[in-house]
């Protein structure tokens, strides 16, 4: 089993075929099925004892060239329900303190969709049970392809943060999150970036209308760098009022989230299992279109 036709009688390669078809393919969905569902789990891990609850898990942040930024993040599955935030501001000796309010969590959208791919994924392959009978190897690629569209979108969530202006960042909820709430000019944001749970804090400083800078406000990104704008509109006693913040100090710290990293080396194996299957369907295709008949 698994050779290569080329070498093969025609009768003998149908057969073959035909016992990749009907034993062979469901090798693999059940090897997929058990690698995806161990990613799932991670997803969704239980707490010990409470199995109705969601493991809490708590993560120190650092950086290795900076300490203005230190915290505690504590994630619950795809919320974090807690962020004890530390912010040494620069030009004052002065630490500030933020904490979420009691009544608030942030979800990570990009947990929740990687999550919801990797389901459907599942929801693809239990489809096609062990009783259901493949007809032709196009029907076989036909599914792996759906289940690596899945997977690949899966796995570009977690790589791939979102990007975001200056000033969706200023009127994010994330913004409300706080208590107490965040002064005008400190603005953060929460992503994932592969295993990583990455926290940015932007400190901005207000620009004088005199300034000759270029007012052009910064377009969107996952990371914004010292000197970017943010232009502001305020309607006051119907006279509008534009004020321009220049970012002054960013600041990334990050943490580990082990079981992230776990989801992406199964997402790994799992495209892998998909491929193989694949290239073991055209090695039979290409020998039937090149049979003398
Ligand atoms: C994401 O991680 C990669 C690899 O560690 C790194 O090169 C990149 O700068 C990170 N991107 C962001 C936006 O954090
Ligand atoms: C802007 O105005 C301030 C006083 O309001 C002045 O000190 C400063 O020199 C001016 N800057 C420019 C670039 O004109
Ligand atoms: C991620 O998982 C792989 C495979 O289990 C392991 O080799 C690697 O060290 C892990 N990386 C991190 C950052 O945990």
Same mark, same amino acid.
């Given at each position: 089993?698994?050779?290569?036709?080329?070498?093969?009688?025609?009768?003998?390669?149908?057969?073959?075929?035909?016992? @990749?078809? $009907?034993?062979?393919?469901?090798?693999?969905?059940?090897?997929?099925? =058990?690698? @995806?569902?161990?990613?799932?789990?991670?997803?969704?891990?239980?707490?010990?004892?409470?199995?109705?609850?969601?493991?809490?898990?708590?993560?120190?942040?650092?950086?290795?060239?900076? =300490?203005?930024?230190?915290?505690?993040?504590?994630?619950?599955?795809?919320?974090?329900?807690?962020?004890?935030? /530390? @912010? $040494?501001?620069?030009?004052?000796? #002065?630490?500030?303190?933020?904490?979420?309010?009691?009544? $608030?969590?942030? $979800?990570?959208?990009?947990?929740? =969709?990687?999550?919801?791919?990797?389901?459907?994924?599942?929801?693809?392959?239990?489809?096609?049970?062990?009783?259901?009978?493949?007809?032709?190897?196009?029907?076989?690629?036909?599914?792996?392809?759906?289940?690596?569209?899945? !997977?690949?979108?899966?796995?570009?969530?977690?790589?791939?943060?979102?990007?975001?202006? !200056?000033?969706?960042?200023?009127?994010?909820?994330?913004?409300?999150?706080?208590?107490?709430?965040?002064?005008?000019?400190?603005?953060? /944001?929460?992503?994932?970036?592969?295993?990583?749970?990455?926290?940015?804090?932007? #400190?901005?400083?207000? @620009?004088?209308?005199?300034?000759?800078?270029?007012?052009?406000?910064?377009?969107?990104?996952?990371?914004?760098?010292?000197?970017?704008?943010?232009?502001?509109?305020?309607?006051?006693?119907?006279? !509008?009022?534009?004020?321009?913040?220049?970012?002054?100090?960013?600041?990334?710290?990050?943490?580990?989230?082990?079981?992230?990293? =776990?989801?992406?080396?199964?997402?790994?194996?799992?495209?892998?299992?998909?491929?193989?299957?694949?290239?073991?369907?055209?090695?039979?295709?290409?020998?039937?279109?090149?049979?003398?008949?």
């Amino acid at each position: 089993p698994g050779c290569s036709c080329v070498f093969l009688q025609a009768e003998e390669c149908e057969e073959e075929f035909n016992w @990749l078809l $009907k034993e062979e393919v469901h090798a693999v969905l059940k090897q997929l099925q =058990d690698v @995806l569902k161990e990613a799932s789990r991670r997803f969704s891990m239980p707490s010990p004892g409470m199995e109705s609850q969601l493991k809490q898990e708590n993560f120190i942040l650092g950086s290795s060239t900076m =300490d203005q930024v230190k915290g505690v993040l504590t994630l619950q599955g795809e919320a974090l329900t807690q962020a004890d935030i /530390n @912010l $040494k501001v620069a030009k004052s000796s #002065q630490a500030l303190h933020f904490q979420f309010r009691e009544d $608030k969590q942030w $979800k990570l959208q990009q947990i929740q =969709d990687a999550r919801n791919h990797v389901n459907q994924a599942l929801q693809l392959l239990s489809s096609r049970d062990d009783s259901y009978r493949f007809k032709t190897g196009a029907e076989v690629n036909k599914l792996m392809d759906a289940v690596m569209l899945q !997977l690949t979108r899966a796995r570009n969530r977690l790589t791939t943060p979102a990007s975001m202006t !200056l000033s969706e960042l200023a009127t994010s909820g994330l913004m409300k999150m706080f208590s107490p709430p965040m002064p005008g000019d400190v603005m953060v /944001n929460f992503y994932i970036n592969l295993s990583k749970l990455c926290l940015t804090v932007y #400190q901005l400083h207000t @620009l004088p209308p005199n300034t000759t800078k270029n007012f052009k406000p910064a377009g969107s990104s996952v990371l914004h760098n010292p000197g970017a704008i943010l232009t502001s509109v305020l309607s006051l006693c119907s006279e !509008l009022n534009t004020n321009r913040f220049e970012v002054s100090h960013v600041h990334k710290v990050e943490c580990v989230v082990p079981w992230l990293n =776990d989801t992406l080396v199964f997402f790994t194996i799992s495209l892998q299992l998909c491929q193989q299957l694949k290239d073991k369907i055209s090695v039979f295709s290409s020998f039937w279109n090149y049979r003398p008949f």
